[in-house]
């Protein structure tokens, strides 16, 4: 535990850990909180040997071995496999629109993390029957030893939250310490590099890209420094790309030039080119089948690279769906898949939020009148009325215009708990806690999870796992 010298040299350290955040790394040090500041300094004093914040933040610039310790302290890498369905179900059309049966398109995830979510990718293109050399992925992140776990592609039960278990003995081997290695087919279509995307010598190294990840990090950026990365994805994207946000940053990239398209869940946009909205087309096809067709491989190209790899027996459910729910299969997120693929745009209506009549149609707001932004209290009286659907689309608005809001995230979370979107009550959950660590409802509901999803393992599991 580590002994603060002083309140007042705490507090010195604290604001000048604000400034470098926010110079160097883009952060807005006020969507994380005084709590995670501490806890930051509090980690790198420890394993510094430095005497106080003050003096770790000062040694930063002399030391080049506590920067990537602010890094890894820095970084939040609070993810998991098909983290949200409707993004993957989207990259995966997207896939067979814009792939002509020659070069691969380019597809970039940033921040990559550990790799679930580049990974995650492959594993959607295997499950839509989608060849895995459609594409190549470069996952980019500031933090080294997270780069440095996506490559050895080893992961923990905690990162397939939510997944049905046919994801683990399809995608991946038994590796030592009860972990799950990627099988090589899936990892080898992946790139992992360090780089900074707001610092111009490391954002100079890439190239052109069709379709861009960038979910869950906007949020957490000053405004100067969301625009800054907001347009250089812009400049990196081909004329056709997409780029899919988290479902809290939508407001953000309108805000940025950006125009929806698509399922409005997968939280999907494309550049304005001239005033007019570009739409992802799909070119002409050199395929001898059109991709996903009877009689065309669920995997692919796999079995010329693994052809010991256990078969699949039933279908992949991306996520867990609520109880009572009897979807399966790779678009079993809850929303109508129809439009998808269709080439066919449409804007999300979570920018100006529409009210709803008692049956759930939305409802045009007239021409001309701005539409107003419900104050947390009126979303909750909507919520408590039963109205889910219009409680959920104003909590997303919310979001939009103030994306820091821990309330917020938490009402949302409940929306999404009552249903039964279990991933995504605790995604939002767990935003949450990261911006107000003290938060007792959200922790409450995270125990309340957990605590059915060990209710639904099987017995044998159980028995298993408590096993020495």
């Not at 991946?172 to 087919?185: E, G, M, Q, R, V």
């Not at 938490?410 to 995504?424: C, F, K, Q, T, Y």
């Amino acid at each position: 535990m580590v002994t603060r010298h002083s309140n007042s040299q705490h507090r010195i350290g604290r604001e000048q850990l604000r400034a470098v955040l926010r110079q160097r790394m883009g952060l807005d040090p006020d969507t994380v909180g005084a709590h995670f500041l501490d806890s930051i300094l509090d980690a790198c004093i420890l394993e510094s040997g430095l005497p106080s914040a003050a003096a770790f933040v000062s040694a930063l610039d002399a030391r080049p071995d506590l920067w990537p310790l602010l890094v890894r302290h820095a970084s939040v890498g609070e993810t998991w496999f098909l983290r949200d369905r409707a993004p993957f179900l989207f990259f995966a059309d997207s896939v067979r629109r814009m792939w002509t049966g020659s070069a691969p398109l380019r597809v970039l995830s940033y921040p990559c993390s550990s790799g679930e979510e580049p990974y995650s990718m492959r594993i959607a293109l295997a499950e839509s029957g989608i060849p895995l050399h459609a594409c190549t992925i470069d996952g980019y992140d500031i933090s080294q030893p997270a780069l440095a776990k996506a490559r050895a592609g080893l992961y923990s039960a905690t990162s397939f939250r939510g997944c049905d278990p046919a994801l683990q003995s399809n995608y991946f081997t038994p590796a030592a310490d009860s972990s799950w290695k990627i099988l090589p087919a899936i990892a080898e279509g992946v790139r992992f590099e360090q780089a900074n995307f707001l610092d111009p010598a490391s954002a100079s190294l890439i190239g052109l890209y069709d379709i861009v990840f960038c979910r869950n990090l906007l949020i957490y950026l000053c405004p100067d420094a969301r625009l800054q990365l907001l347009n250089f994805l812009a400049q990196r994207m081909q004329p056709h790309a997409v780029l899919i946000v988290g479902h809290a940053e939508a407001g953000l990239a309108r805000q940025a030039g950006f125009a929806g398209t698509g399922d409005p869940s997968a939280f999907a946009f494309v550049k304005k080119l001239g005033g007019e909205t570009t739409t992802p087309t799909r070119p002409q096809q050199n395929h001898p089948q059109p991709l996903g067709a009877p009689g065309a491989s669920l995997l692919g190209t796999w079995e010329t690279h693994t052809p010991n790899r256990p078969q699949l027996t039933k279908p992949l459910k991306l996520g867990a769906p609520g109880p009572g729910s009897p979807r399966t299969g790779l678009r079993s997120w809850g929303g109508d898949p129809s439009h998808l693929g269709t080439g066919e745009t449409t804007t999300p209506n979570s920018a100006t939020f529409q009210p709803t009549t008692n049956a759930g149609c939305p409802v045009q707001a007239p021409l001309g009148r701005e539409t107003t932004t419900l104050s947390l209290d009126a979303i909750r009286t909507i919520a408590d009325n039963g109205r889910i659907d219009e409680a959920e689309r104003a909590c997303i608005h919310y979001l939009e215009l103030h994306p820091a809001t821990a309330e917020c995230h938490s009402l949302l979370g409940s929306i999404h708990s009552a249903r039964g979107n279990h991933d995504l009550a605790e995604s939002s959950f767990r935003k949450t806690l990261y911006l107000d660590p003290q938060n007792t409802e959200a922790r409450l509901h995270l125990t309340l999870l957990s605590t059915r999803k060990r209710e639904s393992r099987p017995a044998h599991a159980v028995a298993q796992r408590r096993t020495p």
